[in-house]
T-cell receptor, first 114, second 111 residues
Framework: NAGVIQTPRHKVTGKGQEATLWCEPISGHSAVFWYRQTIVQGLEFLTYFRNQAPIDDSGMPKERFSAQMPNQSHSTLKIQSTQPQDSAVYLC????????????FGPGTRLTVL | SQWGEENLQALSIQEGEDVTMNCSYKTYTTVVHWYRQDSGRGPALIILIRSNEREKRSGRLRATLDTSSQSSSLSITAAQCEDTAVYFCATDRGMGYKLTFGTGTSLLVDP
């Protein structure tokens, strides 16, 4: 079991460019979560998929951020027109549905917007 | 101690000592998760305690939960250098899936 895989591990973009972050959940896990981690805000929930369907995106900034889960083996988080304040570590987690929601995190993608 | 939203705390102890980290949360939760995060890695779940449990043990770890005071604690017995990490509590605010993380306690265990 390779755990949750996130690529790339580091990404540097210029202000205004687009960034796409990838997540491969643990095989068999039906729930996928995205979180953002910064020094100032800590760990914040962004969005959640269950069986590939978007369930809760209440933590997603309304503009420029979008997430998809086109199949059970990967999810993407896309940030359009990146801004310096988007700089953070973006974490993906997966879990089995209904098992206390024990979430297994990937190593994260560190996004730096210059 | 850490709240649901603020106050990162730093602790420094010697190897072999016991240590307790506290977490206070503001809203109802069905479960408290305790995670540790090593530098450059994602959080890793180390112990989970449900609202109907008062205590949970796993090896050298012991978690307690007091729902009346909305607080939880994580104790490490005979800490080792490899216990050096940032420890987070997380609650689900009754939603079961959306975790709200505390600000974390940075633990340094010196040899």
């Amino acid at each position: 079991n390779a755990g949750v895989i996130q690529t790339p591990r580091h990404k540097v973009t210029g202000k205004g460019q687009e960034a796409t972050l990838w997540c491969e959940p643990i095989s068999g896990h039906s729930a996928v979560f995205w979180y953002r981690q910064t020094i100032v805000q800590g760990l914040e929930f962004l969005t959640y998929f269950r069986n590939q369907a978007p369930i809760d995106d209440s933590g997603m900034p309304k503009e420029r951020f979008s997430a998809q889960m086109p199949n059970q083996s990967h999810s993407t988080l896309k940030i359009q027109s990146t801004q310096p304040q988007d700089s953070a570590v973006y974490l993906c987690a997966s879990s089995l549905w209904g098992v206390s929601y024990e979430q297994y995190f990937g190593p994260g993608t560190r996004l730096t917007v210059l | 101690s850490q709240w649901g939203e603020e106050n990162l705390q730093a602790l420094s102890i010697q190897e072999g000592e016991d240590v307790t980290m506290n977490c206070s949360y503001k809203t109802y939760t069905t479960v408290v998760h305790w995670y540790r995060q090593d530098s450059g890695r994602g959080p890793a779940l180390i112990i989970l305690i449900r609202s109907n449990e008062r205590e949970k043990r796993s090896g050298r770890l012991r978690a307690t939960l007091d729902t009346s005071s909305q607080s939880s604690s994580l104790s490490i017995t005979a800490a080792q250098c490899e216990d050096t990490a940032v420890y987070f509590c997380a609650t689900d605010r009754g939603m079961g899936y959306k975790l709200t993380f505390g600000t974390g306690t940075s633990l340094l265990v010196d040899p």
